[in-house]
C-alpha cells in the first residue's frame, strides 16, 4: 500500500502542468471602427480560454469567454459571441465570431456572422458575413 501511495504521489508531482499560452492576432486591413477589429489578443490558461478586442472592452469592460471548437498540432479555432451590439458602425443583435489560428504559419482568419445586421454596404444590403485575414504571434 505504501508503495501504491508513493506511485500516485510521484504521477501527481510529475504530471504536465498546463502552459497558460497568449495569441496576439493582427489583422492589419481591418480599422479600429471594424466589426472585425485589427487586433484580437486570445488567452489560454488551462481550460479557460478568453478573446479580448477593442469591441470586447467597449462592450464588456475586459475580455469575454471563447469556446475551443478545434485545437490540434496545426490549427486551433475558437468561437464567441456578443448580443446587442450598438456602433457607429449600426445595430448588431447577434454577433458570433470564429478565429482559425493556424499554427506552423502564425496565419490567422477571423470571421463573423451577423444575421440581421443593421448597416448597408456600398450595394445597399446588409451584409451577414465579414473576414479578416491575419497572423497571430505567441507572447
Given at each position: 500500500?505504501?508503495?501504491f501511495t508513493l506511485t500516485c504521489l510521484a504521477a501527481v508531482v510529475c504530471a504536465p502542468l498546463a502552459v497558460a499560452q497568449t495569441f496576439d492576432c493582427s489583422f492589419p486591413r481591418q480599422g479600429?471602427?471594424?466589426?472585425i477589429r485589427s487586433r484580437i489578443v486570445v488567452a489560454i490558461d488551462g481550460g479557460n480560454v478568453t478573446v479580448f478586442d477593442s469591441l470586447i472592452n467597449q462592450e464588456k469592460g475586459g475580455p469575454i469567454s471563447a469556446t475551443v471548437q478545434t485545437?490540434?498540432?496545426t490549427r486551433l479555432t475558437l468561437r464567441w459571441k456578443l448580443k446587442g451590439v450598438k456602433t457607429e458602425l449600426g445595430y448588431g443583435?447577434?454577433?458570433n465570431y470564429s478565429l482559425?489560428?493556424?499554427k506552423q504559419r502564425d496565419k490567422a482568419t477571423a470571421n463573423l456572422n451577423a444575421p440581421g445586421i443593421d448597416v448597408l454596404n456600398?450595394?445597399?444590403v446588409s451584409p451577414e458575413y465579414?473576414?479578416?485575414q491575419g497572423t497571430c504571434?505567441?507572447?
Amino acid at each position: 500500500m505504501k508503495s501504491f501511495t508513493l506511485t500516485c504521489l510521484a504521477a501527481v508531482v510529475c504530471a504536465p502542468l498546463a502552459v497558460a499560452q497568449t495569441f496576439d492576432c493582427s489583422f492589419p486591413r481591418q480599422g479600429a471602427n471594424e466589426w472585425i477589429r485589427s487586433r484580437i489578443v486570445v488567452a489560454i490558461d488551462g481550460g479557460n480560454v478568453t478573446v479580448f478586442d477593442s469591441l470586447i472592452n467597449q462592450e464588456k469592460g475586459g475580455p469575454i469567454s471563447a469556446t475551443v471548437q478545434t485545437n490540434t498540432e496545426t490549427r486551433l479555432t475558437l468561437r464567441w459571441k456578443l448580443k446587442g451590439v450598438k456602433t457607429e458602425l449600426g445595430y448588431g443583435p447577434s454577433l458570433n465570431y470564429s478565429l482559425s489560428y493556424f499554427k506552423q504559419r502564425d496565419k490567422a482568419t477571423a470571421n463573423l456572422n451577423a444575421p440581421g445586421i443593421d448597416v448597408l454596404n456600398y450595394l445597399g444590403v446588409s451584409p451577414e458575413y465579414f473576414i479578416a485575414q491575419g497572423t497571430c504571434k505567441r507572447r
